[in-house]
């Protein structure tokens, strides 16, 4: 299951160590108030290579956000305090972290309140339960978007012996 993901992934930390640059991984914030889904997806982005900064409420995650600049932010709507729609307008009134994509993470699955979260700016929304082959996918294209990837490895240098 996600082969091409692993490989993509693979590849990609193949090319930091070739650069000498093993702390090259994509750094991507989780803001999620619940306990079992910051858990389940901070060991999913840790296992296939992510670092990852944590936040249990929008107001600590913004100044994660300003002060690292992550490549991307995983957004819970319903938080204590400030909602996920309000977190995601104040970052994007702050030139530091205007640019920065933000997947939305939402229980809601209705037509309606994915109209809002488009309307709202989310650079894409997964619902919760979270399904992993989604989260992966979309995680994986969002960093392509945001980082300049090197390319494919030429080929011949890959170490491998011919019979
Ligand atoms: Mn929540």
């Not at 399904?131 to 080929?155: D, F, K, M, W, Y």
Request: proline share 6%.
């Amino acid at each position: 299951m996600c082969l091409r993901t692993d490989l993509r992934w693979q590849s990609g930390n193949l090319d930091a160590i070739a650069l000498g640059n093993v702390m090259a991984a994509e750094l991507i914030l989780i803001i999620e108030d619940n306990e079992k889904n910051l858990k389940l997806v901070r060991d999913l982005l840790q296992i296939k290579g992510y670092q990852t900064l944590e936040a249990g409420a929008a107001e600590p995650g913004i100044e994660l956000a300003r002060r690292y600049v992550p490549q991307l932010i995983l957004m819970d709507i319903q938080l204590p305090g400030m909602d996920g729609v309000t977190a995601l307008s104040q970052l994007r009134s702050d030139p530091v972290t205007a640019k920065i994509p933000v997947i939305a993470l939402t229980a809601f699955a209705m037509q309606n309140e994915r109209q809002r979260f488009r309307s709202a700016g989310f650079d894409g929304y997964l619902v919760k339960p979270i399904n992993i082959r989604e989260l992966l996918t979309a995680v994986g294209e969002c960093c392509a978007q945001s980082t300049s990837h090197p390319g494919p490895l030429p080929a011949g240098e890959g170490g491998v012996a011919s019979p």
